[in-house]
């Protein structure tokens, strides 16, 4: 199975800070990878697919890059709605594989 | 407005069987896989399986193979999923979730979970 590996697991931010996230996968999934933002109670959105393009309605302050096993996903100036726990994952190969998870926090 | 709308989770005892569904609307339903994501308590996601539009080819994570079973009807544009033999760690959030494409890259749509709670 492909292993994705996000750090952090946490992250302490304040609104207009930029925050970056990483995702390594443990074998090149070429662009077969998504972000997706989850907020407590509520099913997850998709952000960003293909890695790097942004899914219709989402704000153009998340952007992804990356390509092969690294993966980044920047949010450039984070506004209050954005604290959530982001997941990333892999449709490259089954079985799917989402990572463990990045807790973004108010500081 | 695309939607998908789970229902059938409950609490379930240990070895017991439960079926869920997940009813689409607002896309062609046939036109694309679909998936079963769970969540347990306090944890991060997991995919459980997927099948293909026309529902000829299917994919399972190894923890419920051989126990779990998916499938569709396009005539009523529902998703099931079949849970035997069922575990105190089946326990979690089951969503439905849409991929972009046949099999696509990334879910676009998910429901709004339904809770199975496997306990004595």
């Known amino acids: 199975d492909i292993q994705m590996t996000q750090s952090p697991s946490s992250v302490s931010a304040s609104v207009g800070d930029r925050v970056t996230i990483t995702c390594r996968a443990s074998?090149?999934?070429?662009?077969?990878f998504a972000w997706y933002q989850q907020k407590a109670g509520k099913a997850p959105k998709v952000l960003i697919f293909?890695?790097?393009t942004l899914q219709n309605g989402v704000p153009s302050r998340f952007s992804g890059s990356g390509s092969g096993t690294d993966f980044t996903l920047t949010i450039s100036s984070l506004q209050p709605e954005d604290f959530a726990t982001y997941y990333c994952?892999?449709?490259?190969?089954?079985?799917?594989?989402f990572g463990q998870g990045t807790k973004l926090e108010i500081k | 407005e695309l939607q998908l709308l789970e229902s059938g989770g409950g609490l379930v005892q240990p070895g017991g069987s439960l079926r869920l569904s997940c009813v689409a609307s607002?896309?062609?339903?046939?036109?694309?896989?679909m998936s079963w994501v769970r969540q347990a308590p306090g944890k991060g996601l997991e995919w459980v399986s997927a099948?293909?539009?026309?529902?000829?080819?299917?994919h399972y994570a190894d923890s419920v193979k051989g126990r779990f079973t998916i499938s569709r009807d396009n005539s009523k544009n529902t998703l099931y999923l079949q849970m035997n033999s069922l575990r105190a760690e089946d326990t979690a959030v089951y969503y439905c979730?849409?991929?972009?494409?046949?099999w696509g890259n990334g879910f676009d749509v998910w429901g709004q979970g339904t809770l199975v709670t496997v306990s004595s």
């Open positions: 607002g896309f062609t339903f046939s036109s694309y896989a």
């Open positions: 994952q892999q449709s490259n190969t089954f079985p799917y594989t």
């Open positions: 099948i293909s539009g026309s529902g000829g080819s299917t």
């Open positions: 074998q090149d999934i070429s662009n077969w």
């Open positions: 293909g890695a790097s």
């Open positions: 979730a849409k991929s972009r494409g046949n």
